[in-house]
Structures are given as structure tokens and as C-alpha cells.
């Protein structure tokens, strides 16, 4: 059974800070690896996709990568912004991408 | 982006009454559609895959009875909550699958409190 975890839980920077959030997976064999935002009392705002052939995926300030073989994932986000305040929830696609295993999420705040 | 809705955003109800979420897509036509649920503090737990014009299949530990998965159409699934209790409360959250590289596009979430 796949399991995700995401390091640290939660987390407070002040703002400007560059940021990387983890993520592990048990099981190495995935199909594409996500990382998505979450607001408070809302739905997923998909962030960056990486399908399993590749390494890493950019849009603007965030970056992630992925190490499929040791079974982790990191988000950088670059100059952060109050705005990016949100929990981020990594997911690990498994089987065609049919089902999704959610990690337990990173709860950041950007401090002015 | 494909947009994925859900209706209502948030419903109150009394124990043992039943409630109908929907969830739809509105510019693109999604074959799967999953429902996950999300305790307060915690990550999203998948409950069903539904395929259009097919039984859902359920994940371990969710009763298909309680939960009940229709999707009638290529842009429409229902969950309905029958006889719902108040450990039912939670946030209710659909996706559908489509699009380029068949991504999952998630809706806003609805959140069900039970009394």
C-alpha cells in the first residue's frame, strides 16, 4: 500500500525566503508524482505535475523535482510571497494515473 | 483550464436525511470522476472511482450503501449521503479526469454538516 509523507507539517518563514518542501512515497513504482495548493476551506489548485520519466518541472517561482528510485520529491518555492501562504499537498499517481494517494500536507505561512 | 464544479458549496442537515452532492466538468468530458472525503486537519482520503455508465468502485472501508455513486453522463456524478449521521460531517471533494495527459482537475469542495 502506498504511503506519502511530507516534511515538516508546518511551517513559518518570513517573507522573501526561498523554501523547499519534502515529500516521500513507499512505493517507487508511480505513474506521475503532483503537487498541489490548498486555501483554507477549499478545493486543489494543481501547482506542478512530474510525469515519472522526468526529473524535475518549473512554473515561475516554484520548481519540483523528483527522485523516483529513493522515493521523494521536493517543492522549491523561490522569493516567497505572503500570498503563498496555503497547505501543499504532494499526490502519487499509481496504475495509468487512475488513483491518487495524498500525502498529509504542508502547512506554510509567509510572514511580512 | 478544465473546470470542475461542485454543488452545493455547503449543506447542513439533520440526522438520518440523505444529501446529494454534484459534481460536474464543465468544459471537458471526464470518463472517471472520483470523490475523495477530507477530515479537518487531515489529507484527502479517496472513497469511489466512477466511471460514466458504470457501477463505482469503492475503496476499502467505504460502504457503498451510505454512499451512494451515479454517473449518468460524461460531465455529471452524484454522491448521495443517505441516512447521514454527524460523523459523516466532512469536506467533500470531486475530481475529473481528462484533458491533456488525463490529469485530474479537482472542484471547490463541499462541506456537510450533520446535526
Known amino acids: 500500500k502506498q504511503e506519502v509523507t511530507q516534511i515538516p507539517a508546518a511551517l513559518s518563514v518570513p517573507e522573501g525566503e526561498n523554501l523547499v518542501l519534502n515529500c516521500s512515497f513507499t512505493?517507487?513504482?508511480?505513474?506521475?508524482l503532483q503537487w498541489f495548493r490548498q486555501d483554507p476551506g477549499k478545493g486543489l489548485t494543481s501547482l506542478l505535475l512530474i510525469q515519472s520519466s522526468q526529473r524535475e518541472q518549473t512554473s515561475g517561482r516554484l520548481n519540483a523535482s523528483l527522485d523516483k528510485s529513493s522515493g521523494r520529491s521536493t517543492l522549491y518555492i523561490a522569493a516567497s510571497q505572503p500570498g503563498d501562504s496555503a497547505t501543499y499537498l504532494c499526490a502519487v499517481a499509481a496504475g495509468g494515473g487512475n488513483k491518487l494517494t495524498f500525502g498529509t500536507g504542508t502547512q506554510l505561512k509567509v510572514e511580512l | 483550464g478544465a473546470v470542475v464544479s461542485q454543488h452545493p458549496s455547503w449543506v447542513i442537515c439533520k440526522s438520518g436525511t440523505s444529501v446529494k452532492i454534484e459534481c460536474r466538468s464543465l468544459?471537458?468530458?471526464?470518463?472517471?470522476m472520483f470523490w475523495y472525503r477530507q477530515f479537518p486537519k487531515q489529507s484527502l482520503m479517496l472513497m469511489a472511482t466512477s466511471n460514466e455508465g458504470s457501477k463505482a468502485t469503492y475503496e476499502q472501508g467505504v460502504e457503498k450503501d451510505k454512499f451512494l455513486i451515479n454517473h449518468a453522463s460524461l460531465t455529471l456524478s452524484t454522491l448521495t449521503v443517505t441516512s447521514a449521521h454527524p460523523e459523516d460531517s466532512s469536506f467533500y471533494i470531486c475530481?475529473?479526469?481528462?484533458?491533456?495527459?488525463?490529469?485530474?482537475?479537482f472542484g471547490p469542495g463541499t462541506r456537510l454538516l450533520v446535526l
Open positions: 475530481s475529473a479526469r481528462g484533458g491533456y495527459q488525463e490529469t485530474q482537475y
Open positions: 512505493d517507487s513504482a508511480i505513474y506521475n
Open positions: 468544459d471537458f468530458q471526464a470518463t472517471t
